[in-house]
Each structure stands twice: as structure tokens, then as C-alpha cells.
């Protein structure tokens, strides 16, 4: 994979994330990709901000789309190499104030491996 490769997986995240497709952004996703976020540490926190495999992505997410039904990115920023992408963005949700996040997919074989978010 390339840098342009991989951007366009990031492109594809936000536009499936943004569209709260879950199907289209499980498909970006390895069988046991693991994802680490510091909201998953707060909300479940017997999981200690790591979950792994789709299953587990796709409980996660459609929790986060059905109980925040404004969430949206926005883009700030990509960076990518032919291995991962980080990614610089917003997160809106109505009546939060704006939360800036920088998140890492770990990409091979064109799948998305791995994830860690940073809130900051």
C-alpha cells in the first residue's frame, strides 16, 4: 500500500463514520483489528479502552451512533506513509463543545489493523 492508498482508507472512514454506516466502516476493518479510546475507558471501563475484532467495533459504535445521532468529524488534517495514517480531526456532537482528536490506523494488506485515538 502507498500513502495515497492509504489516505483514500482515511477518506473512506470519515465518509462512513460521518454517515453513521456502520457496514461500510466495519468494512474497512480487519476480522480482529483492536481499536484503543479513552472514551471506551470511560464508558466501559472493564474493558480498559481496548476492544478487538468487529464484533466488538460494531457493538462499540452502534452504542456511539444511537445515543449521539449529531456526531460528525471533520477533517483536519491526514498524514500517511505506507503503513498508517494519522489523522487530525473534530469531533462535533450538539450541546458538547468541540473535541479535537488525533487518531492512528495501523493499515496492512489494506485493511485497517489497528486504531488508537488521542483526545486532546
Known amino acids: 500500500m502507498t500513502a495515497t492508498d492509504n489516505k483514500q482508507i482515511a477518506h473512506q472512514w470519515f465518509k462512513a463514520f460521518n454517515d453513521h454506516h456502520l457496514e461500510n466502516l466495519?468494512?474497512?476493518?480487519?476480522?480482529?483489528?483492536?481499536?484503543?479510546s479513552p472514551k471506551l475507558k470511560v464508558r466501559m471501563p472493564e474493558t480498559r479502552g481496548f476492544v478487538k475484532g468487529k464484533?466488538?467495533?460494531?457493538?462499540?459504535w452502534k452504542d456511539a451512533f444511537d445515543r449521539l445521532p449529531s456526531l460528525k468529524y471533520e477533517v483536519i488534517k491526514l498524514t500517511a506513509d505506507e503503513e498508517q495514517v494519522f489523522m487530525e480531526y473534530t469531533r462535533y456532537v450538539d450541546g458538547e463543545e468541540p473535541l479535537s482528536v488525533g487518531?492512528?490506523?495501523?493499515?496492512?494488506?489494506?485493511?485497517?489493523?489497528?486504531s488508537r485515538v488521542y483526545h486532546g
Open 26 to 36: 466495519l468494512a474497512l476493518y480487519d476480522e480482529d483489528a483492536q481499536h484503543y
Open 55 to 60: 464484533d466488538a467495533l460494531r457493538s462499540w
Open 103 to 114: 487518531e492512528v490506523l495501523q493499515i496492512e494488506n489494506g485493511k485497517i489493523v489497528a
